[in-house]
């Protein structure tokens, strides 16, 4: 059994420990307030403007005609994955990065694959094996439609350019504080609706201008929109895991605790008691 000086020791560390946990528990819970009700007033808009690009896609005869609706034979490929700049948010930022990685291992084997990285803890694991097409980390400094629209326009221009044949996006969705669910979509180039998939409301609109003129216009903003709710999404998943691994830790550290607590006590009981028997003895053998 470890010495009195050793149990102490180890309870004041754990205490330390609980106080650091608890505390980030309060920021993620105070940060994600704000998060969530951002990405849940942002959800009903951005799908709402893809329902409206694809209901007017859909009474298009033949193809959008657009540059980003360019299918190509697949040889180049990027994989943007979101992840997050700091830690200690569990399986949140390693079950992106296994997703990532499979795909490219599965899916895109002998393709040449990039990947731009948006989140310091996705690029330093990635960067070690896979070609860094770019790494952002500022964005969640400032997470701004902006910036993100910026961001976006770096991927449009690099599909439109050649550089890529697709593209595709790894984020965290954000459902609640403690479920988070990995997602996988196609960002480029933009897939026509199905026959099967169309549920098109039969409304007569005029349009003004032409419906061609707003389709083309509608679609860039459309994936600056897809990528900057991506980004929310995982920036509000984020916070809602660390809080719930903070939460977690916290009560691992109070069990911790605790059984340290009662071994101490123990120990302490057990050399009081050695002590008495000593006395009492040495005290015999005096009378004898």
């Given at each position: 059994?470890?010495?009195?000086?050793?149990?102490?020791?180890?309870?004041?560390?754990?205490?330390?420990?609980?106080?650091?946990?608890?505390?980030?528990?309060?920021v993620?819970?105070?940060?994600?307030?704000?998060?969530?009700?951002?990405i849940t007033n942002l959800r009903p808009y951005a799908n709402k403007l893809t329902e409206l690009l694809q209901n007017l896609s859909s009474t298009l005869e033949g193809d959008i005609g657009s540059e980003y609706t360019d299918k190509r034979a697949i040889e180049k490929v990027l994989l943007v994955a979101i992840t997050s700049n700091r830690g200690l948010c569990g399986a949140f930022n390693s079950n992106?990065?296994?997703?990532?990685?499979?795909?490219?291992?599965?899916?895109?084997?002998?393709?040449d694959v990039s990947v731009m990285t948006i989140g310091k803890k996705g690029n330093d694991i990635l960067a070690k094996k896979e070609n860094i097409f770019e790494n952002n980390t500022e964005i969640f400094d400032d997470l701004t439609f902006t910036n993100?629209?910026?961001?976006?326009?770096?991927?449009?221009?690099?599909?439109?350019?050649?550089?890529?044949?697709?593209?595709?996006?790894f984020y965290n969705r954000f459902k609640n504080a403690g479920t988070q669910i990995p997602m996988h979509e196609d960002f480029l180039p933009i897939e026509a609706e199905q026959d099967g998939q169309k549920e098109t409301v039969s409304t007569d609109y005029i349009f003004e201008p032409?419906?061609?003129v707003i389709v083309e216009e509608l679609i860039p903003k459309s994936l600056k929109m897809q990528l900057f709710k991506a980004i929310r999404d995982s920036y509000a998943a984020e916070?809602?895991?660390?809080?719930?691994?903070?939460?977690?830790?916290?009560?691992?550290a109070g069990e911790l605790k605790d059984e340290l607590t009662l071994t101490y006590n123990k120990a302490r009981q057990a050399a009081i008691t050695g002590e008495i028997l000593e006395i009492v003895g040495g005290a015999e053998a005096l009378n004898g």
């Open positions: 059994m470890a010495n009195l000086k050793e149990i102490r020791n180890r309870i004041a560390s754990i205490s330390s420990t609980m106080k650091i946990t608890s505390a980030m528990k309060m993620s819970a105070a940060k994600l307030k704000k998060a969530q009700d951002a992106i990065i296994k997703q990532v990685q499979s795909q490219i291992k599965e899916s895109y084997a002998g393709k993100a629209a910026e961001l976006a326009q770096k991927i449009m221009h690099a599909f439109k350019e050649g550089q890529f044949d697709k593209v595709e996006l032409s419906k061609e916070h809602g895991a660390r809080m719930t691994a903070m939460h977690k830790a916290t009560d691992n």
